[in-house]
């Protein structure tokens, strides 16, 4: 397995610009995230699914869409990028529909907005 | 809505001590609580976890406390070594209810040699 694997790894962006950054996992998860870290801080919640064609927000959804079409796949849009953006974008998978399992994280999407 | 605490922010001791890192829930409704390791520039990873019907867990030098009561539970690592030196984080949820993950802000553990 590949366990959870996200596109690209790292990416510079204009403001204004819009890009989707990709997730997918191969485990058969019900339940996948998606989270913010800023230099030096905590995981702050973005969106999370609890299946597919389930999507709902997090703490910090501004500025950001999910949709979740199948089991596998979560990408995350970001509709006008903005300074406040840049951060490190993990994609996280659970077996456990209602979260309280273990994540699974992705390596990580590193976001610079200029 | 629901806060999770963490502290300290930064811990360091010397190879061989034990670490205690603490982390304080604000609903008393919550009912797992994760304990995460993030070496530097890598994801996060589960080391640990609890569920509010067991007060202690133990997983050879990590252990879980969990005090209901004050609504607290504490990360202990015994016999410290160097590639224990990572950030900490806690989180707690409340089971098929909320569906989010509270985390708290890390805790820097700094393992001297």
């Known amino acids: 397995n590949a366990g959870v694997t996200q596109t690209p790894k790292f990416q510079v962006l204009k403001t204004g610009q819009s890009m989707t950054l990709q997730c997918a996992q191969d485990?058969?998860?019900?339940?996948m995230s998606w989270y913010r870290q800023d230099p030096g801080m905590g995981l702050r919640l973005i969106h999370y699914s609890v299946g597919a064609g389930i999507t709902d927000q997090g703490e910090v959804p501004n500025g950001y869409n999910v949709s979740r079409s199948t089991t596998e796949d979560f990408p995350l849009r970001l509709l006008s990028a903005a300074p406040s953006q840049t951060s490190v974008y993990f994609c996280?998978?659970?077996?456990?529909?209602?979260?309280?399992?273990?994540?699974?994280f992705g390596p990580g999407t590193r976001l610079t907005v200029t | 809505g629901e806060n999770v605490e963490q502290h300290p922010s930064t811990l360091s001791v010397q190879e061989g001590d034990s670490a205690v890192i603490k982390c304080t829930y604000s609903d008393s409704a919550s009912n797992y609580f994760p304990w995460y390791k993030q070496e530097l520039g890598k994801r996060p990873q589960l080391i640990i976890d609890i569920r509010s019907n067991v007060g202690e867990k133990k997983d050879q030098r990590i252990a879980v406390t969990l005090n209901k009561t004050a609504k607290h539970f504490s990360l202990h690592i015994t016999e410290t070594q160097p590639e224990d030196s990572a950030v900490y984080f806690c989180a707690d949820i409340i089971m098929d209810s909320n569906y989010q993950l509270i985390w708290g802000a890390g805790t820097k553990l700094i393992i001297k040699p």
């Open positions: 485990m058969n998860h019900e339940y």
């Open positions: 996280a998978s659970s077996p456990t529909s209602g979260g309280a399992d273990e994540q699974y």
